[in-house]
């Protein structure tokens, strides 16, 4: 996180968000933040490969209309359409990535470039919160506002209590926050249960998540190569410092009043107390994989109550616990979710193709297993089903890129094609022709 950055922001709520999820791409608006090339243009997209969120297909073309995937059929099937038609050639579509776990508004990192960099939808746990917005020519942005923790919990003893973290001490005031978090827009409750102190960690080094840390330069910033390993730097010094966390019954209270209202619990956890109470308390999702190594007795509960991860693999990859947690999560049948962490200083500001490689690597996942984890699961765990999809009414966020990347996924990190909701926001594709 950018801790520094973080300091000056001051936690606020806006008005009132529609309950039900399955609402929420209906209120999307635009920001108008990125030139756009047309609006809601009818547009026919050929390519070599297809990979429509669940599987790759070829000799199949994309035909988008009004912002939505009105057909996925065989070229010959869509040649007779009179719309505009780019032909990619030797290049593959997919879905834009969903980024489930990112920190983009107290770093203030540029909505555009993660755009472009192929992430079309971002859910940002940990920040100033929001009604959902983008997704028609911008990057599509679901909050979760503040993480809720305990009295000088995490991440606290860096920020103070700002808009990316507050305070509850009762149950009484678990459940009002949690409530307030909802009206102004919340699509998920993410709460902090980490004593610090785990050896790898950034936040229990001298690097952590600060801005003042990593790239300056905009134009080196702009994306950064994830092959090279990050230099986290584990300063013992911080080993022996413990954050207070919340109570297990303070947690509970949590848990039930978002499933009250329909909404889901992630929490930071990284080691064995924090699961535990995870556990326990009911929590759904686990924003990381844990730094520490786990209990496969708890990883088995936690699997039993169908608790999803989201990977972060490679921003903690200096973890010592990191990759046995992933093995042992997929042998157990575990759901691992693609999220990057989009913001840390050592992460591309956009797709990450080091973190789809180290869950292939760590969790012995298959080149599709990855993919659909940063498309179809990932807009099925938002409760937003067709998004993530190419599927017939699916929101037109597309993405192309030369070649296939289930050969190399490194090709990921640079489209040369984007669309959201049908708005072509990047083309590198030469004379796209009409169809007289």
């Known amino acids: 996180m950018g801790y520094e950055m973080m300091k000056c922001m001051r936690f606020r709520l806006i008005s009132p968000i529609t309950p039900c999820l399955l609402l929420i791409l209906a209120i999307f608006t635009s920001s108008g933040a990125i030139a756009r090339e047309t609006q809601h243009e009818s547009v026919l997209l050929h390519a070599a490969r297809v990979f429509d969120g669940y599987n790759i297909r070829t000799n199949t073309s994309v035909l988008v209309i009004n912002g939505r995937v009105a057909r996925i059929d065989t070229r010959e099937s869509l040649e007779s359409s009179n719309v505009k038609v780019i032909d990619l050639g030797d290049s593959t579509i997919l879905p834009g990535f969903i980024e489930l776990h990112a920190h983009l508004s107290f770093q203030n990192i540029p909505a555009d470039t993660v755009l472009k960099h192929g992430v079309t939808t971002i859910r940002d746990v940990g ?8 997704g028609d020519g911008a990057l599509r942005v679901l909050t979760s506002g503040p993480i809720i923790t305990a009295p000088n919990g995490y991440p606290i ?67 950064v190569d994830a092959r090279h390993p990050h230099p986290h730097a584990h300063d013992s010094s911080h080993a022996q410092h413990t954050w207070p966390l919340l109570s297990e019954t303070i947690v509970r209270a949590i848990v039930d009043e978002a499933h009250k209202n329909n909404r889901q619990v ?64 997929a042998a157990l049948g575990g759901e691992l979710l693609y999220g990057a962490e989009v913001a840390h ?47 017939k009414d699916a929101p037109a966020d597309i993405i192309a890129v030369r070649g296939d990347p289930a050969h190399n996924l490194k090709i990921l990190e640079y489209p040369d094609l984007v669309m959201s909701g049908g708005e072509i926001v990047v083309n590198n594709f030469k004379n796209p022709h009409v169809s007289p």
Request: aromatic fraction near 2%; glycine fraction near 10%; include cysteine.
């Open 345 to 391: 200083p050592d992460i591309p500001r956009g797709i990450d193709a080091q973190e789809l490689m180290y869950m292939m690597q760590m969790a012995k996942l298959d080149v599709m297993d990855v993919l659909r984890a940063a498309t179809s699961k990932a807009g099925r765990h938002l409760s937003l089903p067709l998004l993530g999809t190419l599927q």
């Open 157 to 223: 003893p860096m920020l103070g209590d700002t808009n990316v973290a507050t305070s509850v001490s009762t149950e009484e005031e678990a459940r009002s926050t949690v409530r307030d978090l909802i009206r102004g827009g919340a699509v998920v409750i993410k709460v902090a249960l980490e004593p610090g102190g785990e050896a790898g960690a950034p936040w229990s080094s001298s690097h952590g998540h600060d801005s003042n840390h990593g790239h300056h330069d905009p134009a080196a910033a702009e994306h």
């Open 127 to 134: 920040g100033p919160i929001h009604k959902p917005y983008g």
């Open 266 to 329: 992630t929490a930071h956890i990284a080691e064995v107390k924090g699961a535990q109470i995870a556990i326990d308390a009911g929590i759904d999702e686990w924003a990381h994989m844990p730094c520490n190594v786990i209990p496969e007795s708890l990883l088995k509960q936690a699997v039993a109550q169908n608790v999803k991860i989201v990977g972060t693999l490679d921003t903690l990859s200096k973890c010592s616990g990191i990759a046995a947690n992933a093995r042992s999560w």
